[in-house]
């Protein structure tokens, strides 16, 4: 069997899909994107095509090093984030070919399904308590928000006031046994990161995400010595050796890799394992499509650390598209009691709607970050 065709198709409302075929008619299916940037990482995939065309598909581990070492230039977003597309679609492929999901080919699956939490609150969040009600009215267990607004350096105490009555409205309406995590989104510096996390400490969060960006690690020591809320960070590093310092200096307790974005199945089972070995959790990050879930929950299938998985149905971003409406069979992501379960269909276990795929492609998508300002007029991080 030979690869033949490299295929990349930008669908909405922020995605970008790959296809790969093989001489013998078996296809596999990617999800190589990193949000706002997907254009880019297309180019990167047509570039890294060269390679692949006339190879035999089922080299994953020597491709992968292949296309990770033989450019000199390596790492990052871009380069990462096409590499894991590519992975996951030849994963798929093998899988395909031996008529097994791919957590058979990595072992066999430890767990049959893994829990899931589901956004509430938009960007700006709003509204936390009556989203996280329909929520839990929908099955969910567990909900993960936007913690602030923009915040500056040093700001308004009033603006950690509304984040905590957000948060104690949740807690309030659904009980002490309801999972909340707040997400940072690297929005807090380190002075207001403190005071926000010891102020939500009384909440008893499932996690606090990204309270300083992850350049700013060191910071998680100092935030981490003040409270017992796990900390949770990891999408916006991209290999094995990003995680390496997180790990080895204990700067967190959950990771969050991508794995669109880290290099796909084959990288973040390594991230994963490391963690493993620092008694570190697993709760991988995943507001994309359907061919990134699947991917997703193969992994999740196989790493023991693994707890919780984020998924993106009815998330604020999916604006004209949803999670399920680029798979023929939408029931294949099995949601029941707050669990979904560990797809069983050969390769990632979906069948991806190809013709409604290069429909949507033809509308494609320009999906950029909003860009935000302080009052002063000053950059705000999203």
Not at 35 to 44: H, K, N
Not at 183 to 199: C, N, Q, T, Y
Request: charged share 25%.
């Amino acid at each position: 069997m030979k690869i033949t065709k490299l295929t990349t198709y930008l669908v909405p409302p922020r995605w970008c899909f790959l296809k790969i075929e093989t001489d013998d008619g078996i296809s596999g299916w990617g999800e190589p994107v990193l949000e706002g940037r997907a254009s880019s990482v297309a180019a990167v995939v047509a570039e890294l095509a060269d390679y692949l065309v006339g190879k035999d598909p089922f080299l994953i581990e020597d491709h992968w090093t292949v296309l990770y070492r033989a450019g000199f230039y390596r790492g990052g977003g871009l380069h990462m984030s096409a590499l894991a597309g590519i992975d996951q679609a030849l994963w798929d492929i093998k899988g395909k070919a031996f008529g097994v999901p791919v957590h058979q080919l990595l072992g066999g699956k430890l767990r049959d399904r893994i829990r899931v939490y589901s956004w509430i609150g938009g960007d700006r969040p709003a509204d936390t308590a009556a989203a996280a009600l329909e929520m839990a009215g929908r099955g969910f267990t567990a909900v993960k928000m936007n913690g602030t607004e923009e915040l500056q350096f040093v700001d308004s105490h009033a603006k950690i006031d509304a984040a905590l009555g957000r948060v104690q409205a949740i807690r309030e309406a659904l009980g002490p046994d309801f999972g909340i995590a707040v997400d940072f989104h690297g929005r807090v510096h380190r002075p207001m990161a403190k005071i926000l996390a010891k102020e939500l400490e009384p909440y008893r969060l499932m996690f606090i995400e990204e309270p300083v960006l992850s350049e700013h690690a060191d910071v998680l020591k100092d935030i981490a010595g003040q409270i017992s809320t796990p900390i949770a960070l990891g999408e916006r590093l991209f290999s094995r050796w990003d995680f390496k310092h997180i790990l080895s200096e204990g700067l967190c307790d959950i990771i969050q890799p991508d794995p669109s974005h880290a290099g796909g199945i084959t990288e973040t089972r390594k991230i994963a394992a490391m963690a493993e070995a620092y008694d570190v959790a697993l709760a991988l990050h995943c507001p994309l499509g359907p061919i990134a879930l699947a991917a997703n929950l193969q992994i999740d299938a196989v790493c023991y650390n693994a707890f919780i998985q984020e998924q993106s149905l009815g998330i604020h971003y999916n604006q004209g598209n949803d999670l399920l409406d680029y798979v023929v069979d939408r029931s294949v992501f099995a949601y029941a009691d707050g669990f979904v379960a560990i797809p069983e269909g050969p390769g990632l276990g979906i069948e991806v709607n190809e013709d409604y795929v290069k429909e949507r492609a033809a509308a494609g998508h320009r999906w950029r970050n909003p860009v935000w300002r302080h009052a002063d007029g000053s950059f705000a991080e999203w």
